[in-house]
């Protein structure tokens, strides 16, 4: 083997320093209106990191191994990448709009991606701070590649696994929430049950099981009625009204209204 040849086959283990600046690179979004082609069967990832060297580098090696990876060099670019399904986040700790453990809070809140912390802060206090507040790993540059895209694969891999028993136990995960069709319970991120009449937990049921397609109001009438009672478009507006002022906390709206139809699950992120 030559020299070119055995820089090829190490080129992986070397950490981001070492990555020659000829490598792909990538473009940040900058507006989510744009519409985004995922490839099918490609799990999605954000890298959020304000240095454009490591950044290209992560972007392009992860491209490489199969995953649609989109680049963010702040926290506002990172909020209008989450607007598309995301199914993990790599993330810096200092970023030049914003601090990344308040950042992780707000992905921890409104979308069910894995987050690995990438940075150079290795003190044992943000270690231990990154991994309690949401972080599924928390890594430390330099970086090593392989050992990256492993723990990526694990966090996944996880992730999945935990979707499949949700669904195996007729319970539903939709944010904050866990919506469990077989005993009729509706669980906030504390794991405490939130009271519900019957009429809110079939409405809300109803919306969630149309995973984010909207429901006309004559549907949703159809939903909540009952032998007894006399319900009408008035009847399901408040009962939305009231599931709004119950399902709160991630400053994310629940149920949205969609005009001349009805309504639909708002959030960007089911299980």
């Given at each position: 083997m030559n020299g070119r040849s055995q820089d090829s086959a190490l080129r992986e283990d070397l950490n981001f320093q070492a990555v020659p600046q000829t490598h792909r690179t990538s473009k940040i979004v900058a507006d989510?209106?744009?519409?985004?082609?995922?490839?099918?069967?490609?799990e999605r990832l954000i890298v959020v990191e304000d240095d454009p060297v490591t950044r290209t580098m992560l972007v392009g090696y992860f491209n490489e191994n199969n995953f649609d990876v989109v680049g963010a060099g702040s926290c506002a670019e990172c909020r209008q990448a989450?607007?598309?399904?995301?199914?993990?986040?790599?993330?810096?700790?200092q970023l030049p709009d914003g601090d990344g453990f308040e950042l992780a809070k707000e992905i921890q809140a409104t979308s069910n991606a894995g987050i690995i912390f990438v940075t150079r802060r290795d003190t044992d206090v943000d270690r231990i701070l990154g991994?309690?507040?949401?972080?599924?790993?928390?890594?430390?540059?330099?970086?090593?590649?392989?050992?990256?895209l492993a723990r990526v694969r694990s966090v996944l891999r996880r992730r999945s696994?935990?979707?499949?028993?949700?669904?195996?136990h007729n319970s539903i995960a939709f944010g904050d929430w866990i919506i469990d069709l077989t005993r009729r319970e509706l669980l906030g991120s504390?794991?405490?049950?939130?009271?519900?009449?019957?009429?809110?937990?079939?409405?809300?049921?109803?919306?969630?099981?149309?995973?984010?397609?909207?429901?006309?109001?004559?549907?949703?009438?159809?939903?909540v009625s009952n032998r007894q009672a006399e319900v009408d478009i008035r009847?399901?507006?408040?009962?939305?009204?009231?599931?709004?002022r119950k399902l709160t906390g991630s400053g994310t709206p629940v149920i949205g209204t969609v005009t001349g139809v009805g309504y639909k699950l708002a959030l960007s992120e089911r299980l």
């Open positions: 989510s209106a744009r519409p985004e082609l995922r490839p099918a069967g490609r989450l607007r598309a399904r995301t199914d993990l986040v790599f993330l810096d700790v991994l309690e507040i949401a972080g599924d790993h928390y890594v430390t540059k330099p970086i090593n590649l392989r050992d990256l696994l935990d979707r499949k028993a949700a669904r195996n504390d794991g405490k049950p939130v009271a519900l009449t019957r009429a809110e937990f079939d409405l809300l049921a109803a919306l969630v099981g149309a995973d984010g397609r909207p429901l006309s109001r004559d549907y949703l009438i159809e939903v009847t399901v507006d408040a009962l939305v009204a009231r599931l709004r």
